[in-house]
T-cell receptor, first 111, second 114 residues
């Protein structure tokens, strides 16, 4: 099955700086790569996603890049704000719609 | 966006009892629902895939006789934790799929087994 690795496990950034989280996947058949933000005790919220036919996608302060050859994808958050503090998960899926999640990154934005 | 609900949101039960968790898609039909378990400070682990009208497909290491899944209709899937033990205490989350890019998580159910 798919194996998704995520780094770093924790990330502390100064407000206004950028945050980058990286993930790798093992199954070359995976074609859908979403990113989720999860606050304590709540459901994961989809913040951005990318498909394998696209190399980069941006939505305001959030961007995701995908390198299919290297099988890795990254989340970039610019101009971080305290409300960006949360746990972020990457995931990968093929046509079976099953999502395999990374271990998560706890992001802390220091005011 | 679409809404997925779970009931109950939290439950405390005694060891040895069974607990049923419901997952409903409120405004769309979900032919497939997924059940995840999340232990504190850990990632979401897929337990099983639930398809309407057929038997659930369980991930490796998940006991099908302990975690009973029934997907009786296009809007309802249930997960029953049978003979619960303290190690089953976890956050259980369902995900309903409309299309690959339209998938919605339920709010989760916090199970505590004493």
């Amino acid at each position: 099955g798919e194996n998704v690795e995520q780094h770093p496990s924790t990330l502390s950034v100064q407000e206004g700086d950028s945050a980058v989280i990286k993930c790798t996947y093992s199954d070359s058949a995976s074609n859908y790569f979403p990113w989720y933000k999860q606050e304590l005790g709540k459901r994961p919220q989809l913040i951005i996603d990318i498909r394998s036919n696209v190399g980069e996608k941006k939505d305001q302060r959030i961007a995701v890049t995908l390198n299919k050859t290297a099988k890795h994808f990254s989340l970039h958050i610019t101009e971080t704000q305290p409300e960006d503090s949360a746990v972020y998960f990457c995931a990968a899926s093929g046509n079976d719609y099953k999502l395999s999640f990374g271990a998560g990154t706890t992001v802390t934005v220091r005011a | 966006g679409a809404v997925v609900s779970q009931h109950p949101s939290w439950v405390i039960c005694k060891s040895g009892t069974s607990v049923k968790i419901e997952c409903r898609s409120l405004d769309f039909q979900a032919t497939t629902m997924f059940w995840y378990r999340q232990f504190p400070k850990q990632s979401l682990m897929l337990m099983a895939t639930s398809n309407e009208g057929s038997k659930a497909t369980y991930e490796q290491g998940v006991e099908k006789d302990k975690f009973l899944i029934n997907h009786a209709s296009l809007t309802l899937s249930t997960l029953t934790v049978t003979s619960a033990h303290p190690e089953d205490s976890s956050f259980y989350i369902c995900r309903a799929e409309r299309e690959l890019s339209e998938q919605y998580f339920g709010p989760g159910t916090r199970l505590t087994v004493t």
